[in-house]
């Protein structure tokens, strides 16, 4: 059996777009990360870095096994069902490295997020380099979408259900995807596959934060930001590279 720990954000969501695509039943355990849940002892036994998701597989290679990293996770499924990721050859490898890609600069759209609508006070500069980086990122996803119908070629892989939760939150990290007509065209595809959809939206949509009264403040909080004008900065070619650098 499959265990899905899932939280409301990108990475869980990963997951569970795989398994609706695939077709395999799981079940999911919601960690609360706005209660503090995820750095329960309960959770840190499953996964000591106290971060989501993690998938436990009681029926694993060698019997009970737990996987955490959504990166690893998408990897171990696709190996194990055969699907959405070639088993062999130059195709595997150029799924793997546009995985690997989008895992790698998480943290540059994650830490758009945090500065932009969930940080105690506007850090102009801090919010200008996230924006700034995620715009780079974008642009290098938009490149490679305008010869391509899916991130790493013909075929929906793992490659485009590990971009696909991320780019949903596009307006919290400071991106219009009319600037990239590539990434808006393969975002509206992939919107349109019903699996895709259905794990989207476990455990809430994107737009929500769940149902505690953390989870409603941070919602709150959230739709202010994006409206805010101290927070909601933009960047643009001009900025990138070493525009800002003291050389």
Known sequence: ????????????????IFLEEVGLPYQCKTVDVYSGEQLSPEFLGVNPNGRLPALQDTEGPDGNLVIWESGAIL???????????????????????????Q????????????????????????????????????GVLNDQLADCEFVAGDQF???DIAWYPWIEYHEWQGQALTRFPHVNRWYEA??????????????????????????R?????????LKDPAFALTAGPEDAGLANLAL
């Open 103 to 138: 895992v790698a600069h998480a943290p540059y759209l994650g830490n758009a997020h945090i500065y932009r609508v969930m940080y105690r006070e506007a850090l102009p500069e801090v919010i200008k380099r996230f924006t700034i980086e995620s715009t780079r990122i974008y």
């Open 190 to 215: 992939l919107r349109k596959r019903p699996a895709v959809l259905r794990g989207a939206l476990i455990p809430w949509p994107y737009t929500e934060c769940g149902a505690s009264e953390m989870g």
């Open 157 to 159: 892989s793992i490659a």
């Open 1 to 16: 059996m499959l265990t899905v720990y899932v939280t409301g954000g990108p990475n869980p969501r990963k997951i569970t």
């Open 217 to 225: 403040r941070a919602k709150a909080l959230i739709e202010r930001r």
């Open 75 to 101: 990897q171990y499924l696709a190996e194990n069902t055969g699907r959405l990721l070639p088993q062999a050859g130059a195709a595997r490898y150029e799924v793997l490295k546009w995985v690997y890609f």
